[in-house]
């Protein structure tokens, strides 16, 4: 008899969090395409605008346990909803800030800035915990890789219609284009964002095979004072050595991608001397090579998988060898032409893309019970490098003039992920919680690796 192939409808919520992913991203870039016109119509310095880069990383760190918190009690789609439309309002809001003074256009920014990075940071854990109930072990590489490719798809998208669109019709609009954008995906998400019991169109066939695979069903929230005290829990996830590798990991690469997201068109711009728009057209091949290695990355983990290799090799191989491609980002510096900066800079994101694989880990690793509020431990520690970088960068080039130290800065963030990876995350196991029958009692959380 033969074998009833399962639908594919989990494929369908996969694109819907592509979609959401590439908008949240285009909006937190927003202010990197509008940056250097910004910048000569408030006059305001290098060092101002890195602060105000880093406005988003400050608000988006300090939402993220709380972000992966909500989305454990209270359901991955009613709060993904809520932060997507908040985002998306802050963002257009952001394109009327030009009509103020000087000092309270600067101000107003900033508040703004914190806003969409508060209300955004939600969306990472909560991708996390959807694909983790979707998926089976065995896609989820892949799965995880398409949707954080959504950030250089966000790039290859809309880097050059925003570059249009501030050298025609000025700097405010890219706001008004992005905040709307979200605002109508909004109903979009509405409509077609089930957990996969709730799901209309969900056959028997697929279920069974997320299911048996090792997907994390459950969407739905979690009963108030099921599941002990997150204070128990958050202690209990930064012992784990797995993890702290982990997390390291995330921050020294997402201090690529923050350099990426906020200064690297200002980079085109002041160092290579590009137009606005030409900086837009050019920001778009390493935003594609950084798509295709995030994608050929998860799909190449996955087939390790298959192949029978641990999963510890699966996982760690692709994110090696990304970081130390993502490396040659320094190679910039010697580079005289553009088309060089341009080829070096798209090497690296590949390199960048295809290494970046730490929320399939954690999905992997998390204790099934707190996978949003490990992911929003893990996307904390990460984004902390949204605050540092834009400040570090902006002083860097305002104190020597260039951007050489910046790139050399960059480029030791990818060897140090290297090195965490190889050091310090250990064996790839998923954390498992042996709890009391009564969490009230105040008995101690137990913890033992699932192999």
Same mark, same amino acid.
């Given at each position: 008899?033969?074998?009833?192939?399962?639908g594919?409808?989990?494929?369908?919520?996969?694109?819907?969090?592509? @979609?959401?992913?590439t908008?949240?991203?285009?909006?937190?870039?927003?202010?990197?395409?509008?940056?250097?016109?910004?910048?000569?119509?408030?006059?305001?310095?290098?060092?101002?605008?890195?602060?105000?880069?880093?406005?988003?990383?400050?608000?988006?760190?300090i939402?993220q346990?709380?972000?992966?918190?909500?989305?454990?009690?209270f359901?991955?789609?009613?709060?993904?909803?809520?932060?997507?439309?908040?985002?998306s309002?802050?963002?257009?809001?952001q394109?009327?800030?030009?009509?103020?003074?000087?000092?309270?256009?600067?101000?107003?920014?900033?508040?703004?800035?914190?806003?969409?990075?508060?209300?955004g940071?939600?969306?990472?854990?909560?991708?996390?915990?959807?694909?983790?109930?979707?998926?089976?072990?065995? *896609?989820r590489?892949?799965?995880?890789?398409?949707?954080?490719?959504?950030?250089?798809?966000?790039?290859?998208?809309?880097?050059?219609?925003?570059?249009?669109?501030?050298q025609d019709?000025?700097?405010?609009?890219?706001?008004?284009?992005?905040?709307?954008?979200?605002?109508?995906?909004?109903?979009?998400?509405?409509?077609?964002m089930?957990?996969?019991?709730?799901?209309?169109? @969900?056959? *028997?066939? *697929?279920?069974?095979?997320?299911?048996?695979?090792?997907?994390?069903?459950?969407?739905?929230?979690?009963?108030?004072?099921?599941?002990?005290?997150?204070?128990?829990?958050?202690?209990?996830?930064?012992?784990?050595?797995?993890?702290?590798?982990?997390?390291?990991?995330?921050?020294?690469?997402?201090?690529?991608?923050?350099?990426f997201?906020?200064?690297f068109?200002?980079?085109?711009?002041?160092?290579?001397?590009?137009?606005?728009?030409?900086?837009?057209?050019?920001a778009?091949?390493?935003a594609?090579?950084?798509?295709?290695g995030?994608?050929?990355?998860?799909?190449?983990?996955?087939?390790?998988?298959?192949?029978?290799?641990?999963?510890?090799?699966?996982?760690?191989?692709?994110?090696?060898?990304?970081?130390?491609?993502?490396?040659?980002?320094?190679?910039?510096?010697?580079?005289?032409?553009?088309?060089?900066?341009?080829?070096?800079?798209?090497l690296?994101?590949?390199?960048?893309?295809f290494?970046? @694989?730490?929320?399939?880990?954690?999905?992997?690793?998390?204790?099934?019970?707190?996978?949003?509020?490990?992911?929003g431990?893990?996307?904390?520690?990460?984004?902390?490098?949204?605050?540092?970088?834009?400040?570090?960068v902006g002083?860097l080039v305002?104190?020597?003039?260039s951007?050489?130290?910046?790139?050399?800065?960059?480029?030791?963030?990818a060897?140090?992920?290297?090195?965490?990876?190889?050091?310090?995350?250990?064996?790839?196991?998923?954390? *498992?919680?042996?709890?009391?029958?009564?969490?009230?009692?105040?008995?101690?959380?137990?913890?033992?690796?699932a192999k």
């Open positions: 008899m033969q074998a009833v192939k399962p594919r409808v989990r494929f369908s919520i996969l694109l819907m969090l592509f @979609l959401v992913t908008v949240t991203f285009a909006d937190r870039s927003s202010l990197s395409i509008a940056g250097a016109a910004l910048q000569a119509d408030l006059g305001i310095d290098a060092v101002l605008l890195g602060y105000i880069f880093s406005a988003f990383g400050w608000a988006y760190v939402g346990i709380p972000g992966g918190w909500l989305f454990d009690r359901g991955a789609k009613r709060v993904y909803l809520i932060t997507l439309f908040c985002w309002l802050f963002t257009l809001m394109g009327f800030v030009g009509a103020l003074p000087l000092a309270w256009a600067v101000v107003s920014l900033f508040v703004l800035r914190l806003a969409v990075g508060f209300a940071a939600p969306c990472f854990p909560g991708n996390a915990r959807i694909i983790a109930a979707w998926f089976p072990t065995r *896609e590489g892949t799965a995880t890789a398409m949707s954080a490719s959504a950030q250089y798809a966000a790039t290859a998208v809309f880097a050059p219609l925003m570059g249009w669109v501030v019709m000025g700097w405010q609009y890219v706001f008004f284009v992005l905040g709307g954008l979200g605002l109508l995906l909004c109903g979009v998400w509405l409509k077609v089930h957990g996969p019991r709730e799901h209309p169109r @969900l056959g *028997e066939a *697929e279920f069974a095979y997320i299911e048996n695979g090792g997907a994390l069903l459950d969407m739905a929230p979690r009963p108030a004072g099921a599941g002990g005290s997150q204070w128990r829990y958050l202690k209990l996830l930064l012992t784990q050595r797995t993890l702290i590798g982990l997390y390291l990991g995330q921050y020294c690469n997402n201090a690529i991608t923050y350099f997201l906020t200064w068109p200002v980079y085109l711009v002041q160092a290579r001397g590009m137009t606005i728009l030409s900086a837009g057209f050019a778009s091949l390493p594609i090579s950084g798509f295709v995030g994608v050929l990355g998860g799909l190449v983990s996955d087939a390790l998988l298959r192949r029978g290799c641990s999963l510890t090799l699966a996982r760690k191989l692709p994110i090696v060898v990304g970081m130390l491609l993502a490396s040659s980002i320094v190679l910039c510096i010697y580079a005289d032409s553009d088309a060089a900066v341009i080829g070096l800079m798209a690296a994101f590949f390199g960048k893309g290494g970046s @694989l730490g929320w399939t880990l954690v999905a992997d690793t998390s204790p099934r019970q707190i996978v949003g509020l490990s992911g431990l893990f996307n904390t520690f990460g984004n902390l490098a949204a605050i540092t970088t834009p400040i570090v002083y305002s104190l020597t003039g951007f050489d130290a910046a790139l050399l800065y960059v480029g030791a963030n060897l140090l992920a290297v090195i965490s990876y190889l050091v310090i995350v250990g064996r790839i196991n998923r954390i *498992e919680l042996d709890e009391p029958p009564d969490p009230a009692a105040g008995s101690t959380v137990a913890v033992s690796s």
